[in-house]
Nanobody
Framework: QVQLVESGGGLMQAGGSLRLSCAAS??????MGWFRQAPGKEREFVVA????????DCADSVKGRFSISRDNAKNTVYLQMNSLKPEDTAVYYC?????????????????WGKGTLVTVSS
């Protein structure tokens, strides 16, 4: 069972950039992704990447601003967040699954980190 630890969250001003990291106990066999949960809202899909990096999917709300990348040699996945908005404020969770597909959009993946808080001030 893969273990995931997120880092890099913090307080940012709107318009700024932030990069989150997700350290995995093992990475190369897994599709990886990021979700977020804003205060008072349900957790939502943000972005995901196939095990080999050949395919990615991104929520419309962050398209063009957020991107995901992975370094299998370092067992680390990154979420680059640019042009941050106050509505991006949330706890961001790293997730993993052996398979990659539409089930990611509904959050039906088995492995989760504990999350890291990102707060964007206006």
């Amino acid at each position: 069972q893969v273990q995931l630890v997120e880092s890099g969250g913090g307080l940012m001003q709107a318009g700024g950039s932030l990069r989150l990291s997700c350290a995995a106990s093992e990475l190369s066999r897994y599709a990886m992704g990021w979700f977020r949960q804003a205060p008072g809202k349900e957790r939502e899909f943000v972005v995901a990447i196939k095990w080999n990096g050949a395919s990615t999917d991104c929520a419309d709300s962050v398209k063009g601003r957020f991107s995901i990348s992975r370094d299998n040699a370092k067992n680390t996945v990154y979420l680059q967040m640019n042009s941050l908005k106050p509505e991006d404020t949330a706890v961001y969770y790293c997730a993993a699954d052996y398979s990659y597909g539409s089930h990611w959009f509904s959050g039906r993946v088995p492995y989760w980190g504990k999350g890291t808080l990102v707060t964007v001030s206006s």
